[in-house]
């Protein structure tokens, strides 16, 4: 007997607005925003999502919807979805969501996406100190090839995927993400020394209720008001897995999800077509639309099995993903280092954020000898299938981190070599990325010793 199709059991109309939909999307964690649909594990069902911004940015030539995003309203998220075992009975606090992605990719006729950086008032990213304007690229598929207008002279294969996949969390969860984030807001920047290299604020996205969508609960009611001020916000990765942007999380991979919820309540949206590691632009994958081909098992009792605590409470755990076989296959690559000393010349002790940093400004600075304005870079790096690497996390005072780039992507040999400039050689300007203005005034952090 053939298998059967997918059922849908959620589905997005791109020509509405994510409040307007059938089946209403949430942008927030909280575990009592109903289920939209359930499911019996070993069934195959398909979820439909919108972009990370539900519309908000445009197929167009400016980068004026980036600079001016209301970022209270992200990520928007399909879902939740109850999962039941073949009797009925719903996955419980304490078992593990194992949940395979069986296929994946754009809907229909929305064959496009977007990279881009935020303002760096507004959003902001991992180089904002760097590059504070807004700025934004758009992305066209062909099959699984992408390629971008306004980066010319790049091609390469994407490994879609969703940027967050997650369970509900319970009411004491909730309450721990909430208070520990807080206080991290509270005690501002003058209490962390990455803070002054790293620029992207703020320190962490509290509850609010401008912004909320929270699925079938009618909003401006006592109820709305009341969940809307306790409802965690998507932008971060946390115990229940969400926003974990894991590049490699294509087809066949598996997440075990721990459930803190009668049914699970599985959410997931942000779909992306390609990332690079630590999707440095903040806005950085190939963000798009999408469906996810899902199934889903319980494992009974899983959390006690399979998942170690680390911390105070038995809730302080973490998913295990399961990565799939399909991957782009690359053999050559260029490696950037980096080290923990910082663009002043400051030695760091063991941070292996600031020799990230160092390794992605390597790149940048490199990549722009050939022909590439850095902006251009900078969310190239963002969305390409580069590899990010903690090298060394013991040799005091440097940690290492490397950024390998495939050289494939490229139309032209991008490796070390003694080039000749022909005399009267004439230079071509080049198409370059949607870039708005930045007004604000703080301080942009420049090399001393870059030629630019």
Known sequence: MAPLSPRVVVKVDLKKRPWQQTQPLHNRWHPEIPSVAEVKTGELFRVEMVD??????????????????????????SGPIKVVDEDGVAARPGDLLAVEICNLGPLPGDEWGFTASFDRENGGGFLTDHFPCATKAIWYFEGIYAYSPQIPGVRFPGLTHPGIIGTAPSKELLRIWNERERQLEEKGVESLTLCEVVHQRPLASLPTTKGCLLGNIEERTSEWERIAKEAARTIPGRENGGNCDIKNLSSGSKIYLPVFVEGANLSTGDMHFSQGDGEISFCGAIEMSGFLELKCEIIRNGMQEYLTPMGPTTLHVNPIFEIGPVEPRFSEWLVFEGISVDESGRQHYLDATVAYKRAVLNAIDYLFKFGYSKEQVYLLLSC??????????????NAVATLAIPTAIFDQDIRPKTRKVPTGARIVKKPDVMKSTYDGKLPITKNSSSSS
């Not at 390409?384 to 005072?397: A, K, L, Q, T």
């Open 52 to 77: 990370w911004t539900g519309g908000a940015v445009k197929e167009d030539g400016s980068a004026g919807d980036i600079k001016s995003i209301d970022l209270s309203t992200v990520h928007y998220l």
């Open 384 to 397: 390409c299938p580069c590899e990010g690497r903690i090298s060394g996390i013991v040799d005091s005072p």
